[in-house]
């Protein structure tokens, strides 16, 4: 592993390059002002793509079926404001939350109990039955239509949500603070460490004595949090859900991001969206047909050559040229 | 009482016909998880190719049906031998993560070579004369290709077993699934087993495609919209069984036509919760062994 990777024994204390994703981000708000939705969005699938590298990266748990939390977040905050009249967007959140969490809690005690095919089916076939209910609670969530209507108020009744995303894109800069400081905080703990021993080999954590499943269990209702999290905000900044919350490809989608960045480094979902995103917004709407062509050719090159990501790439390069100097 | 028989009876025909193609394609997916522990969810991509194969065949170049199905089987596992050489080989060892990502990027790629070639509408399937209509048995009709296709699934997975069961290959494949180390040590040539079991599994995967192109719609995204019911044949039967997932296959075939037929509201939600049952229950599979 990289020494980036973390880790109980790594320096807890923030780096001067960890600031960098930050700054950079403040620079855009201000730069780059026609672009803030898309940044938005962006900053969205950072915090969900964080919340996959927290049980995939650290923990080792392959799935295929995140975007369940993720849409469930997404429509409860929906239905909270386009059904219940909840307009408030703390508490959206607050309960997109804890429908992650309680999902989370509630499949990852069952499913967690079995490993490698069985587990990844199970992720799956969870996902399906989100979408499935989804679809045919059509008086709920509109169903293929999608759910529309959707009202918030402003952020602490005094940041309304502007038509140029500005309040969007810092309030999702926020909680992307958040999150990012709640799972940095998670890593770099004792937790972190033994879902690190977990991912490595299982048999000798069960042998030293670590309660193994539980660990697991607790991990992945946190990463399922967070996913509900940023469901929420994009139903929140987005004004609507569509079912495609909850799809495979959604999944699929967020896979590709948190490869493309790097596994297991935290800071591989924050590149990862960054470049796949800018990339859609160029490409997708132009060339359709080859987008989906390229996210195949680049998933297949990525893991036979790069299996890093951008980011390993990038330590392959700079151990270059320190050898060099 | 009478129709309600009669509505049995039809779900039952047309849950085995669905069951019997579903098998046909998975049986290949479950003896590549099994025999060379590869997490394969391109598998589907193989059926399309299959269904994209027979249809052009037969309405671009007239090919007469049977010639077009085995035209199916021949492409297919041609092309998945080059697939295996040049790509797949290379992963055998590498983590399950990685391979569900290169076969994730290879169903990307089939979709949009498939969207490219054909456009997203549904192929049509041109039958000779002498597939369609109805076929009287037992006082019924039943359509004539829904029969062909049970009769020739079955006929196939009877050989199938024999050559598994009776052959020197299917020992070896036999011993290569129990113990690939021990069986390698013997002096098994266990690479080249795995590339003819693999393009044997993937030209049965391009049979069933073409041969159920009736049933499962050919269209560019096949492999992801049919994923689950391949991967829940798999994990529900067993990995590395035959019979598992033929047994799971049939029941997957037979309750989806039954949840179409009487439950329609609900859509595959009773499949997706039986399934997420029984692997609970049996993690392994029904008829796997406890890993």
Known sequence: ?325 | MEAFLASLVSVAFHGTALGMILYVISVGLSVTMGLMGFANLAHGVFAMAGGYILTTAISRFGMPFPLALALAFVLVAAGSVILERLLYSRLYAASDLEQVLFTIGLIFIAVAVARFIYGTLQQPVFLPDYLKGQFPLLGRDFPTYRVFIIVFSAATVGLLWFGVERTRWGAMVRAAVDNRAMAQSVGINTKRLFTLTFALGSGLAGLGGGLGAEIIAIQPTYPLENLVYFLVVVSVGGLGSLRGPFVAALLIGIADTACKYWLPQYGAFPIYVATIGVLLWRPAGLFGRHA
């Open chain 1, 1 to 325: 592993m990289s020494a980036h990777s973390g880790g109980y024994s790594a320096d807890p204390r923030v780096r001067p390059i960890e600031w960098l994703p930050w700054i950079l981000a403040l620079a855009g708000f201000f730069l780059l002002p026609e672009y803030l939705s898309l940044g938005a969005r962006i900053l969205i699938y950072i915090l969900y793509a964080l919340s996959l590298d927290l049980i995939l990266g650290y923990a080792g748990i392959i799935t295929l079926g995140h975007s369940a939390y993720f849409g469930l977040g997404a429509y409860v905050a929906g239905i909270l404001a386009a059904k219940a009249g909840i307009t408030d967007p703390m508490v959206q959140l607050v309960a997109a939350a804890a429908a992650g969490a309680l999902l989370g809690l509630a499949t990852g005690a069952i499913i967690l109990r079995t490993k490698a095919l069985t587990l990844l089916m199970l992720t799956l076939a969870i996902t399906s039955v989100c979408l499935e209910i989804a679809n045919k609670a059509t008086n709920l969530t509109g169903g293929a239509d999608g759910l529309s209507g959707v009202v918030v108020a402003p952020v602490l009744g005094m940041f309304r949500f502007d038509i140029f995303g500005r309040t969007a894109y810092l309030y999702c800069l926020v909680v992307l603070l958040a999150g990012w400081w709640l799972v940095r905080r998670m890593i770099y703990s004792p937790f972190g460490t033994s879902l690190t021993g977990v991912r490595e080999n299982s048999l000798r954590m069960h042998a030293i004595g670590a309660p193994v499943y539980w660990r697991l269990v607790l991990v992945y209702a946190l990463s399922a949090t967070i996913a509900g999290i940023a469901g929420g905000l994009l139903t929140q900044t987005s004004q609507f859900v569509g079912l495609n919350v909850l799809s495979f490809e959604s999944a699929g989608e967020l896979l590709v991001m948190l490869i493309l960045g790097g596994v297991g480094r935290i800071y591989g979902a924050f590149v990862g969206p960054v470049v796949y995103l800018i990339a859609q917004d160029l490409f997708a709407k132009q060339f359709p047909e080859y987008w989906g062509f390229g996210i195949g050719v680049m998933l297949v090159l990525v893991v036979m050559f790069a299996r890093g990501g951008v980011l390993g790439i990038l330590d392959v390069l700079l151990a270059r040229l320190r050898r060099k100097s």
